[in-house]
C-alpha cells in the first residue's frame, strides 16, 4: 500500500513539474528569430531603433533563441512604440524637479513563421526614472527599455 501512494506522489510531482520548463522546446520547435526594427508612432527619435537592438542582444546573450535575417528565422518579433512621455516625477522641498519619469508604450507581437501563427502579443509599458541634477533623459528612456526588454525576453523564451 505504502509504494502505491509512493508512486501515485511521484507520479502527481512528475506532472506537476513538467509544466514548468526553460527549455527550447517549449517553443514548439522555434530555434531561431528575427527582430526587424520597431516601428516608431512617436516623435521621439530612436525609440525603435533602441528596442529593438536591445531586444537583439538580450535574445543573444539569453542563448534560447538565435537572432537571424527574417527569411531564416524560425519567428519573428515585430513591435510598435505607441507611446512616449516625459515628466516631472519628484520634487525638492523647494519645489525644484528632482527626478523625471520617462514612459514607453509599445504594440509586440512573436509568429511563428513557418505556420503563420501568433504565438503572443500584447501591449506592454514601462518606465525609467533619472535624477535631474547628474543624469540625462536617454537615461531613463534606457531604464524603461531595458525593463520593456525584460517582459518581452520572459513572454517569449520563459512563457512568463
Do not use: H
Not at 14 to 39: E, M, N, Q, R, W
Not at 53 to 70: C, H, I, R, W, Y
Not at 109 to 114: A, G, L, Q, R
Not at 133 to 149: F, P, Y
Amino acid at each position: 500500500m505504502k509504494i502505491a501512494i509512493f508512486g501515485v506522489l511521484c507520479l502527481i510531482l512528475i506532472d506537476s513539474c513538467a509544466v514548468y520548463t526553460f527549455s527550447p522546446s517549449a517553443l514548439g520547435g522555434i530555434k531561431s528569430v528575427a527582430v526587424p526594427v520597431f516601428d516608431n508612432q512617436t516623435t521621439e527619435y530612436g525609440l525603435g531603433e533602441a528596442l529593438s537592438g536591445a531586444l537583439s542582444q538580450a535574445f543573444v546573450a539569453d542563448n534560447t533563441l538565435k537572432v537571424m535575417p527574417e527569411a531564416q528565422a524560425d519567428a519573428i518579433m515585430r513591435g510598435t512604440v505607441v507611446s512616449y512621455s516625459r515628466e516631472a516625477y519628484t520634487y525638492t522641498e523647494a519645489d525644484a524637479v528632482q527626478e523625471y519619469i520617462c514612459r514607453i508604450g509599445i504594440k509586440a507581437k512573436f509568429e511563428n513563421i513557418k505556420t503563420n501563427k501568433t504565438i503572443w502579443e500584447d501591449n506592454l509599458s514601462d518606465f525609467g526614472t533619472y535624477r535631474s541634477a547628474d543624469e540625462s533623459e536617454q537615461d531613463g528612456k534606457d531604464r524603461a527599455v531595458s525593463k520593456l526588454i525584460d517582459q518581452i525576453l520572459n513572454k517569449t523564451v520563459k512563457g512568463w
